[in-house]
């Protein structure tokens, strides 16, 4: 008797259709064949549902069995098949509600005892299902969450096999998640809250922090250790603008196929916040693996991606960063096929001025030679450094500013003058589809020519100062577009000479620390 259901299997950060397909009662000696290009986890599947069946009060088959997960090509992998598995062997010995099973997209992991557990991708699925017009997805409870995000479809969690089986046979009503309940809306706990309020002095770097976040772009922080960097850069999202329900989607989009929204301390309405050490891989870094799956740059897609210590990452996984940084996106090829993921980023990178870390430090005396201090710096390549907006320099803090006690600005304070830049530049970009990409950083060739629109007196002191420092066209170019948001900060429509000269210092360090 054959017995299906349908599931969904995860490629990057997009769900494809699988459809279980379970044969029993062939003739043959006593055993099951699981075929579908399954992983391990997938084949062993097959001792999790039989173990899950015999405990939830089932009958398994006695006969010889075929699992077929289709179509044959896409490859499978992790437990979320299980359920889907379970409830197409109990549709083939009709204990299960075969034209039932039709109408949903069910997946989900079983525990010997029949219990349901999470499985990562929900959201991708829900966004499935909708598209399939399916009348709900079945998913684990602890799942159901992240894909009652997606409007449109049904989300019923179950909490066991047996659950589900008698959902399906009309014997017990699961009653849909709202969407408007999620979890993943609620905000941080006070415990967990910090603000820029706790940041002592460093007025220039607070004010190139601003610049970058009302514009997107990316920045660079040149300091000895101990001068705030990492503070500051930990409190960059305190100041973000609320991500827009579709930002707020991608984002959790790429945290679900990844896994990490299993955990609850990751279900808040926030930007996300990447670190990664800076022994991170290539792989680790960009995203790929044997089948390809997202790197720490995606899942810091409209959020925050802060380099600590840059010059001390690998040179190689540097230079992987230059065409998602510039695209938005990163298209990853392996063996199991291609995939191509958002990487829309604000790239933090911190670093110290040298070796010892004191070069330019008054109170403390620098150790490095300078070949040392040459090596060090050079681990940066000058493509890379074009990519980055603005740097900034980052002095060792006085103790009298240490002792003051009182705060500074606060995050919230920060927060209204960069979405009123954001306001501005969602409505000079409203044409873009992508509420990621309204911002100046994000301008085309042609948006510039449109919205950067210099006299011939900023045009000469302009190019007196990509003379002076050696700069490339990308840097002309990045220099307008900070200009423009220097502007906006200012309110006014056009870039006026204090922008540009503003914006042209955040490009000085190119020379004077490089090369």
């Not at 029949?114 to 909708?130: C, F, H, I, Q, S």
């Not at 980055?388 to 009182?406: G, N, V, Y």
């Not at 429509?493 to 004077?512: C, G, K, M, V, W």
Request: glycine share 8%; hydrophobic share 35%; proline share 6%.
């Amino acid at each position: 008797m054959l017995g299906t259901t349908q599931s969904a299997a995860l490629v990057g950060v997009d769900a494809h259709p699988v459809q279980v397909e379970v044969n029993t009662g062939e003739a043959g000696e006593l055993k099951f064949i699981l075929v579908g290009l399954p992983d391990a986890a997938v084949k062993e599947s097959q001792d999790r549902v039989f173990s899950a069946l015999v405990n939830s009060g089932f009958r398994t088959p006695t006969t010889r069995t075929t699992i077929n997960l289709a179509p044959g090509g896409l490859r499978k992998e992790g437990p979320a098949y299980d359920l889907p598995i379970a409830l197409a062997i109990l549709a083939s010995m009709r204990k299960c509600e075969h034209a039932e099973l039709d109408n949903f997209l069910i997946a989900g992991e079983l525990s010997l005892s029949g219990k349901t557990r999470p499985v990562r991708g929900t959201l991708a699925m829900a966004m499935l299902a909708k598209k399939l017009g399916k009348r709900g997805l079945i998913v684990p409870t602890e799942s159901a969450d992240e894909a009652a995000l997606v409007e449109g479809v049904a989300i019923y969690p179950v909490a066991s096999l047996d659950e589900a089986v008698r959902f399906l046979n009309h014997e017990q009503i699961i009653q849909p998640l709202p969407t408007n309940q999620s979890s993943f809306f609620q905000t941080p706990p006070e415990s967990r809250r910090i603000d820029f309020s706790e940041v002592k002095g460093q007025h220039a770097v607070r004010r190139a922090v601003e610049i970058a976040v009302s514009g997107g772009h990316n920045l660079m922080m040149i300091g000895s250790p101990g001068s705030g960097k990492s503070m500051i850069a930990k409190r960059i999202p305190t100041i973000m603008p609320q991500p827009q329900i579709d930002e707020f989607l991608e984002i959790l989009s790429i945290q679900s196929a990844a896994g990490t929204t299993l955990s609850t301390e990751n279900r808040y309405f926030q930007r996300p916040f990447r670190s990664p050490h800076h022994t991170i891989s290539d792989v680790g870094l960009l995203g790929g693996g044997s089948i390809p799956g997202p790197g720490e740059i995606s899942l810091a897609h409209n959020g925050v991606l802060f380099l600590d210590e840059l010059p001390e990452f690998k040179r190689s996984a540097l230079e992987v960063l230059r065409q998602p940084l510039e695209d938005g996106q990163v298209s990853i090829s392996r063996s199991a096929g291609k995939i191509t993921l958002p990487c829309n980023v604000m790239l933090i990178c911190a670093m110290n001025p040298c070796p010892c870390g004191y070069t330019g430090d008054s109170s403390r005396e620098c150790r490095c030679t300078v070949p040392q201090i040459q090596r060090y710096r050079s681990k940066i390549s000058g493509p890379l450094l074009d990519r980055i907006d603005l740097h900034i320099e980052a002095p060792s803090l006085r103790i009298e500013e240490l002792r003051k006690t009182q705060p500074g600005e606060s995050s919230e304070i920060v927060r209204a003058r960069c979405e009123a830049a954001r306001a501005i530049q969602n409505e000079r970009f409203s044409e873009s589809e992508l509420a990621s990409d309204r911002c100046n950083a994000r301008m085309s060739h042609s948006q510039i020519r449109t919205h950067c629109t210099i006299n011939k007196e900023q045009g000469d002191l302009l190019q007196n100062a990509m003379e002076q420092l050696s700069l490339s066209a990308r840097a002309y170019d990045r220099i307008l577009k900070v200009a423009r948001t220097i502007a906006d900060l200012a309110g006014t429509d056009r870039i006026e000479t204090p922008h540009l000269l503003e914006a042209i210092q955040y490009r000085s360090l190119d020379r004077n620390l490089f090369y």
